[in-house]
């Protein structure tokens, strides 16, 4: 038999998941599937339209879970707020030094790219930065062994993240409008 769903559940629970960074990708792709088959409003088409409302709510809802936990920022941030610390993107934009410096350094660098092999070249540097930062973040929200998860410095991770996504769409911009010129 197949176990009731719950809105109210957090979205690992919803997935059958332990709330943890550290996702097997295959894994919630294949519990996606398996909750969509169940909930797809096409399934409740014989029961009427009701039944195909709350069908719908619950197919979006999946989904919207799906997508949080397959995004690894949109993921640590959710696990920092479940855990009562907040990311406060809005409101808290305080970085290190260090950082700040490097994304100083990425946007001129970005600046002087004069061709798409240049954009490229520091794609491939800012995408790499990225994954280290992703599993930084892992190490602070799950631990590692022998130490213990410190969500507060995590939220400050996943806060430094974000602005890296940014810049990887500006990057994006930058090589498209090379492209076309």
């Known amino acids: ?93 305080s970085m290190p030094g260090n950082f700040l410096l490097q994304q100083l350094q990425w946007r001129e660098a970005l600046e002087e790219a004069g061709t798409v092999e240049a954009v490229s070249e520091l794609e491939t540097r800012v995408r790499a930065e990225s994954r280290s930062m992703q599993a930084r973040l892992a190490v602070l929200i799950d631990g590692q062994a022998g130490s213990t998860p410190d969500l507060h410095a995590a939220a400050q991770q996943v806060r430094a993240l974000m602005f890296v996504q940014r810049f990887l769409q500006d990057i994006a911009r930058r090589a498209d409008m090379l492209d076309q010129a």
Request: hydrophobic share 45%; proline share 5%.
């Open 1 to 93: 038999m197949t176990a009731p769903l719950s809105l109210t559940a957090d979205d690992f629970a919803l997935f059958g998941l332990p709330r943890a960074f550290a996702v097997d990708v295959a894994e919630l792709d294949g519990r996606w599937r398996g909750l969509q088959a169940r909930v797809h409003p096409d399934k409740f088409a014989a029961e009427g339209a009701a039944a195909q409302r709350v069908a719908m709510q619950w197919s979006v809802r999946v989904n919207e879970a799906y997508r949080r936990l397959r995004d690894p920022i949109a993921r640590g941030a959710y696990l920092c707020e479940l855990a009562g610390v907040p990311i406060e993107a809005e409101r808290n934009t």
